[in-house]
């Protein structure tokens, strides 16, 4: 657990890593009734099918769309929201219904601030227009502001933020301090420095649509032209290209170029291929579904700026086994070159074969609810065997699961 003034009870974390989210708590979102997560620079949240763990991943997509979003052409409140951005409260209670609020809480650090920051929202028991149930802001011992309700439901500040002019309490207040330079930090942070990424089908074919709202390399990578360009116009640092390339000459040892077809306006992208000694271009939206979900992975991981942290979610499909073992060596580089913490959502147990148990957050459902804990030692064995069952919809190694169905056979 960890305090208001940001000190870590149970998880150490190694002083190299200064930008990073080290707990979120989540409470009264979907099938997540109270869940506590602590993070390392990579962590991987493992469970079989159905458990939330994409119900975790979209409750912090939606607390950074929320912080995002514009409230003031919103009513200023969380009744506002249904403008296509955000959905309705009601329908991020979780089943059975609940009175409780659906409250989120985050513990993060950022490299230009020695402490470490806490942001509590609270959307309140009855959302109501212009109004939540709270909100506070800490970088270490220090409360940047607290506003809360009254007993007739009117906003109030606790503490009121270090202003001149102090804003009207009631709405998001984290995006509307501009001249306080920890606060702005802590918007940027928990907005444009969080991606959660879940990769479609159609990643990278021609005609994706641009995702409102989002900054960086977005969500589902629909605007990866303008990734790319800002890696290759970076002239003072070729190393995101060199990078992005070598690991894609893992993959395919032909691969010789990926490129811009105009830096001006960019209108595709084009890979080159080599074949004795002559160059086959072909546009990367002619490329295999596999070619393109591993190269929007490495898009992300390699983005200028880079993230605070960036989600993952089942970053097995559609990649083959041979690359996802490379992607994962990407995935560890990345909080070591300060490009980013990586949190993944797989039910791979070849995923879970990579990573140490400090590292693996097994993802279970307690009736109606997820439950996110660590993974003791010695359930590592039975985790592995339970998703390797024939009925769990994994991508799974046909050989893995033989050794798995045989070592049944001979137990019996």
Known sequence: MIECDGHVRKAHQPKRYQT??????????????????????????????????????????????????????????VAGMGSGVLSSVETIRPLPKTNAPTRFEIFFSVRSEKKKYRYLLDLGKTPVEGGIGEEKLCLGENVLFHQSVDANNQAIWKVEPRLVEVPAPGGVALGRMPSLSEVVVAYVALTEGIGCYSFPRSVMLDGAKSEAGQFGFQDA????????????????????RQRILSSLQRVIHGVSSVELNDLRQPQYAVVGHLFNRLTLELKLSQESEGFRRFFAHLLALNQQPSKLAMFFEHPEEGVHPSALSLLVDDFLAAPEDGRGQVILTTHSPELLDRFDADQIQVVEKEGFFTQIGELAMEQREALDNQLTEPGELLTVDPARLEDALESTVHSE
């Open 221 to 240: 990578g629909s605007n990866y032209l303008q990734t790319m360009r800002k890696i290759v116009s970076n002239f003072q640092d070729s190393s995101a």
């Open 20 to 77: 990073m989210i080290h707990e979120i708590r989540i409470q009264n979102f979907k099938s997540i009734r109270n869940v506590t997560v602590e993070f390392t620079p990579v962590t991987v949240l493992i469970g079989r099918s159905g458990t939330g763990k994409s119900n975790f991943i979209e409750a912090i997509r939606y607390l950074r769309d929320l912080l995002g979003a514009d409230w003031n052409g919103m009513g200023g409140g």
